[in-house]
Nanobody, 124 residues
Framework: QVRLVESGGGLVQAGGSLRLSCSIS????????WGWFRQTPGSGNKRDFV?????????TYVDSVKGRFAISRDNDKSALYLEMNSLKPEDTADYYC????????????????WGRGTQVTVSS
């Protein structure tokens, strides 16, 4: 079983930056695509795709974060990162990583386990 631990969230003013980290352990497949999702306040259990990165380093982003966020991974350390710059109040959410993304008809979908997430709050 895969275990995920997210960290790095916090409270930041609009325009600020944060770097999220995800530690991945357990039955890991480093050839998997890894990614980040977020759950906004009031959305129930819906988690929206933010970014994904393949083993080869190819990154995909949701349009709303393109040019502001950068996803990266370190396969040797089994770690996933999300550098978030020029943060906006609408980026406020709980952020979750996923290590078993599935690609289907042009979109990435999460699979497997989730961590507890890390909270990001952006004040205006």
């Amino acid at each position: 079983q895969v275990r995920l631990v997210e960290s790095g969230g916090g409270l930041v003013q609009a325009g600020g930056s944060l770097r999220l980290s995800c530690s991945i352990s357990g039955n890991i497949f480093t050839h998997n695509t890894w990614g980040w999702f977020r759950q906004t306040p009031g959305s129930g259990n819906k988690r929206d795709f933010v970014a994904a990165i393949t083993t080869a380093g190819t990154a995909t982003y949701v349009d709303s974060v393109k040019g502001r966020f950068a996803i990266s991974r370190d396969n040797d350390k089994s770690a996933l990162y999300l550098e978030m710059n020029s943060l906006k109040p609408e980026d406020t959410a709980d952020y979750y990583c996923n290590a078993e993304l599935q690609y289907y008809q042009g979109n990435y979908y999460p699979a497997g386990t989730w961590g507890r997430g890390t909270q990001v709050t952006v004040s205006s």
